[in-house]
């Protein structure tokens, strides 16, 4: 007799979201049924909330060598980078020169968008055919006195790490303030806020295996930006709403785990990318991976000739979690604003997938990967 045992799945997915770590459930859970008194009141029993959020707030800013009350937790990366951008704009009612890159995530995209219609001044600057965005074209920008630059720290489609430190310097000699989307990067590689300089940097912590819906936004001292939501005086005045304390201490918690284990982890992901790519390579398929220096664990492969979309159902039937685009970008078929930036042909361009790899990740998904693309295309 042979018994069917139907493969687990794996998830490869983990630019979309990541699996909550068990250390940061457990230190959220006695903030759900216990401890859940408002941190905002006086009494005893929030002392220990109070405590928590504060506590949460320091490990965050250690993190990414801030100062805690430079930052500010919000309900996710969108959130974050709506309020840098839209905070910074309707500050006062100046026109302010709002400038990104083409390849942004349509939380930053669409922000600058909504600012150009009320009548701000607005750039879109181009990268190359890695993604790298082109600095001399920022140098070009006129800033005026009123200027934001707004550059992602790693690209959530093909990967690449953006020259981050040096447009932030650009930006700054021509007076301008500095944001960046850090939504992918943060918990994967090193961020120290005060060595890049930045302004303002967006974080998400269900990237970095925190729980979903909560995220932070780190303002240095003496930016000019508006409150984002108008109300109580949480958050130092910012961005009123009660806090959600289990939320905010889990982000901590996992930040925290991850930032402890980085390096190790991104030498574990560089290699399962390597098994990876010369498992595909010993089949003589006809694929490219895109973007340069990219994020650890992230492949953006374009197949010759190939349907992505088809891939992804023909792996989702293999029960392999994998996307086209970008999630947020899930239901749409159309090639992404980023492949269509760094000139992708569209022979390739039709055919990407995205693989990323978490800090779940083995050798024997990425060979059951490699398999299943290899079967996908012989046929
Ligand atoms: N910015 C980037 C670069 C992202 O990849 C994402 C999510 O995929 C976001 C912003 C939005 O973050 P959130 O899902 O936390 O709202």
């Not at 939504?183 to 925190?210: E, R, T, W, Y």
Request: proline share 3%.
């Amino acid at each position: 007799m042979t018994t069917n045992v139907a493969p687990r799945t794996i998830y490869a997915d983990n630019a979309a979201t990541t699996r909550l770590s068990e250390r940061a459930f457990e230190s959220m859970l006695p903030f759900m049924l216990e401890d859940f008194g408002n941190p905002s009141q006086p009494y005893a029993f929030s002392r220990s909330t109070k405590r928590a959020v504060r506590s949460a707030r320091e490990a965050v800013a250690r993190c990414i060598n801030a100062e805690p009350d430079e930052i500010f937790f919000t309900s996710g990366g969108t959130e974050s980078d709506n309020w840098a951008i839209k905070g910074f704009a309707l500050r006062d009612a100046s026109q302010k020169v709002l400038t990104t890159s083409e390849i942004e995530h349509h939380a930053v995209l669409n922000s600058i968008d909504a600012m150009r219609v009320i009548g701000h001044r607005t750039h879109l600057l181009p990268v190359d055919s890695d993604g790298t965005l082109d600095l001399s074209a920022v140098e070009r920008v006129d800033f005026g006195d009123n200027g934001l630059m707004s550059l992602m720290f790693a690209n959530n489609e093909i990967g690449t790490l953006q020259p981050v430190k040096q447009t932030c310097d650009i930006a700054h000699d021509r007076g301008a303030y500095f944001h960046t989307d850090a939504v992918q990067a943060v918990g994967h590689v090193p961020i120290d806020v005060k060595d890049l300089g930045v302004d303002m940097l967006s974080a998400s912590a269900h990237k970095f295996n925190g729980p979903r819906g909560i995220g932070f936004l780190y303002v240095k001292n003496g930016t000019p930006l508006s409150s984002y939501a108008s109300g109580g005086a949480q958050e130092m005045g910012k961005r009123a709403g009660t806090e959600n304390t289990a939320a905010i201490v889990g982000l901590a918690t996992a930040l925290e785990q991850n930032c402890g284990k980085m390096s190790e982890t991104a030498a574990r992901l560089r290699d399962l990318e390597d098994e990876l790519l010369s498992q595909l390579d010993a089949a003589h398929l006809d694929f490219r991976r895109n973007g340069t220096n990219q994020l650890p664990g992230l492949l953006s492969l374009s197949f010759c000739n190939a349907s992505g979309e088809m891939m992804l159902h023909r792996l989702d039937l293999m029960k392999i979690c994998v996307s086209t685009g970008s999630a947020c970008d899930g239901a749409n078929t159309q090639i992404s604003h980023v492949l269509k930036a760094i000139g992708l042909e569209d022979d390739y361009a039709l055919g990407t997938i995205r693989i990323s790899l978490g800090r779940d990740s083995t050798s024997d998904d990425v060979s059951r990967i490699a398999a299943s693309i290899i079967k996908i295309h012989s046929k």
